[in-house]
């Protein structure tokens, strides 16, 4: 047997994992967008319930001296029913642009105590991040996912938006 029928031989033999590879693709595919956006917005849900109950927040105190310069016994349940309304466009799809405008209107200001409040965020600037810190930053992932659902929203709208320059294009 040759080296050519030997190769032919492990590729029939692993066929099935090319197979199962591009259903388990076709499936992200087809349901990954969707559950993106559903848990996107039951963590906005979530963590807007929350702030509704004094004391039941992990981020009150946080919220709290961060926006000191606003009464937080009226900023807090703003807040509260801004992200919860956020959680209730994702988690239904509805209203994506106005959802999607009010989640990146109310990011900046989670970003505040890294400026803020130094102190209570970083350990050693710029690597050592206390669990406030790490919160904060976790949010870098929400406005990631935020972005493509965004763009998702302008396909339906232009369906050939123009191309830009990734690193892998020439």
Not at 3 to 12: C, G, L, P, S, Y
Not at 50 to 68: D, F, H, I, M, Q
Request: proline share 6%; with cysteine.
């Amino acid at each position: 047997m040759d080296v050519i029928d030997k190769e032919d031989e492990v590729i029939h033999r692993f066929a099935w994992v090319n197979r199962l590879d591009k259903q388990i693709t076709r499936w992200m595919a087809r349901h990954g967008l969707t559950i993106a956006r559903v848990g996107l917005g039951l963590v906005f849900f979530w963590f807007g319930a929350l702030k509704l109950v004094p004391g039941l927040s992990p981020a009150e105190e946080l919220v709290r001296n961060t926006t000191y310069f606003v009464n937080p016994d009226w900023f807090l349940p703003v807040l509260a029913v801004w992200e919860m309304a956020i959680g209730l466009g994702l988690i239904f799809g509805v209203y994506m642009r106005l959802t999607l405008l009010l989640l990146f209107l109310q990011m900046p200001g989670t970003a505040l105590p890294l400026v803020l409040l130094p102190d209570v965020v970083w350990t050693q600037f710029p690597y050592g991040l206390t669990m406030e810190g790490q919160y904060i930053i976790k949010n870098l992932v929400l406005v990631g996912t935020a972005l493509v659902l965004g763009a998702r929203c302008a396909a339906a709208v232009d369906p050939n938006p123009p191309q830009g320059r990734g690193r892998s294009e020439k």
